[in-house]
């Protein structure tokens, strides 16, 4: 069965305080690795949509990386707005191009 | 440009009656996902429409259904209600069926079962 494992669960961090959050998937033949952010009360947010092992994006404080079996969420210098759940998320095999989210990473940042 | 449109926001219903949830896209977008998100599933996917049609459903019970129309606002109703289907319900836009188009997500309705 094709699964998006996220860690870890939760993350708490100080303002400043940069770290990785983790995407692993067991999807083969990757066809993209999305990820969302997703504040209370509201609904995901596109992020970032990587297509192939080495790809890198990057907005404000976030690059999201993607090898062959993970993408890597980095937060550098990150501050108090950047406290929300951040998910991903890939299409399954067999061509299907609904999406399977992990579970989330929820990301707290003290001042 | 307005985003997704989800209506209601919030729903309080009873064991075994019915419910009609609303989505309305972002105009322009043709294709239209639910979700269901819960604190123990996360996301799971309910179905995909697309030009009225059906085009991928997840694995839900038949008592979920749903339905595109011409402009692309789409329904999802979910009859004979459970508990278990206390949850937040989200409907997703994209310009087209492509991973190229990404999904662009309302804010979802907050439906209570007791």
């Known amino acids: 069965e094709d699964q998006v494992t996220q860690s870890p669960e939760a993350l708490r961090l100080q303002e400043g305080e940069s770290s990785s959050l983790n995407c692993s998937y067991t999807v083969s033949g990757l066809r993209g690795l999305f990820w969302y952010r997703q504040d209370p009360g509201k609904g995901p947010e596109f992020l970032f949509t990587l297509y192939s092992a080495g790809e890198e994006k990057e907005k404000e404080r976030l690059k999201a990386t993607l090898t062959k079996k993970e993408s890597f969420l980095h937060i550098t210098a990150p501050k108090p707005e950047d406290s929300a759940t951040y998910l991903c998320?890939?299409?399954?095999?067999?061509?299907?191009?609904?999406?399977?989210f992990g579970k989330g990473t929820k990301l707290t940042v003290n001042p | 440009k307005a985003g997704v449109t989800q209506t209601p926001r919030y729903l309080i219903k009873t064991r075994g009656q019915q419910v009609t949830l609303s989505c309305s896209p972002i105009s322009g977008h043709r294709s239209v996902s639910w979700y269901q998100q819960t604190p123990g599933q996360g996301l799971q996917f309910l179905f995909e429409?697309?030009?009225?049609?059906?085009?991928n459903k997840g694995n839900f019970p038949g008592r979920f259904s749903g339905r595109q129309f011409s402009n692309s606002r789409s329904e999802m109703n979910v009859s004979t209600l459970e508990l278990g289907d206390s949850a937040l319900y989200l409907c997703?836009?994209?310009?087209?069926?492509?991973?190229?188009?990404?999904?662009?997500f309302g804010n979802g309705t907050r439906l209570t079962v007791t």
């Open positions: 998320a890939a299409p399954p095999q067999g061509g299907s191009e609904k999406l399977v």
């Open positions: 997703a836009s994209s310009l087209d069926r492509g991973l190229g188009s990404p999904l662009h």
């Open positions: 429409y697309f030009s009225e049609t059906q085009r």
